[in-house]
């Protein structure tokens, strides 16, 4: 069974950086095809993908966010980390992280969607 | 930049009626990188399809998945009462390589 959990604080103040933790259980990150993604949510708002790290290291990040975010995998504790700089009172949000997995051959790739989700961490941004 | 559009923002219905819910892309994607989700207030999305058509894992018959290009469709054939709520369209695109959710469409109790 896969699991995940996001952990880290729930207030930052604005201009800090916050640092969440993904630890999940049930799956390892070194196997091919196997990403770990975070997903935010601001109150009331729709969802917003910010990066995924998949089980060869190569990370993805979204182009808005970029120069903000860096993603990172402890494979032997079974943690991805997310720290965001420069944090806002608009990047107020419940964060998620998520299991997802693709298979690829030589010519194309097929996404099998972000499966699993942790329940969410709320950060609120405020001085 | 490949942006998605849902329709109807919310949709209004009764249980056991149909509901068909619409995602567009600004740019065609590939039908393997479409997936939709549904989320329920207070809780962490759920995958319903993925493949454009396929079902998740433990996601029942009534809820299908299809289209391609730019036009893809949600459609949840008998509504039951744990249905109502947003449900999200996800792709992911290669230039640049991002995902994108789609902004929501909220089916709520006629």
């Known amino acids: 069974q896969i699991t995940l959990k996001e952990s880290g604080p729930t207030l930052v103040k604005p201009t800090q950086t916050l640092t969440l933790t993904c630890t999940f259980s049930?799956?390892?990150?070194?196997?091919?095809?196997?990403?770990v993604g975070w997903i935010r949510q601001p109150p009331g708002k729709a969802l917003e993908w910010l990066a995924l790290?998949?089980?060869?290291?190569?990370?993805r990040y979204s182009p808005s966010l970029k120069s903000r975010l860096t993603i990172t995998k402890d494979t032997s504790k079974n943690q991805v980390v997310l720290t965001m700089t420069n944090m806002d009172p608009v990047d107020t949000a419940t964060y998620y992280c998520?299991?997802?997995?693709?298979?690829?051959?030589?010519?194309?790739?097929?996404?099998?969607?972000?499966?699993?989700w942790g329940q969410g961490t709320t950060v609120t941004v405020s001085s | 930049e490949i942006v998605l559009t849902q329709s109807p923002g919310t949709l209004s219905l009764s249980p056991g009626e149909r509901a068909t819910l619409s995602c567009r892309a600004s740019?065609?994607?590939?039908?393997?990188?479409l997936a939709w989700y549904q989320q329920k207030p207070g809780q962490a999305p759920r995958l319903l399809i993925y493949g454009a058509s396929s079902r998740a894992t433990g996601i029942p018959d009534r809820f299908s998945g299809s289209g391609s290009g730019t036009d893809f469709t949600l459609t949840i054939s008998r509504l039951e009462p744990e249905d109502f709520a947003v449900y999200y369209c996800q792709q992911y695109g290669s230039s640049p390589p991002k995902f994108t959710f789609g902004p929501g469409t909220k089916v709520d109790i006629k």
């Open positions: 049930g799956f390892s990150l070194s196997t091919s095809g196997v990403g």
């Open positions: 740019q065609s994607v590939s039908s393997s990188y």
């Open positions: 998520a299991h997802s997995w693709e298979r690829c051959s030589s010519t194309s790739c097929y996404y099998y969607g972000m499966d699993v």
């Open positions: 790290i998949y089980w060869d290291d190569d990370k």
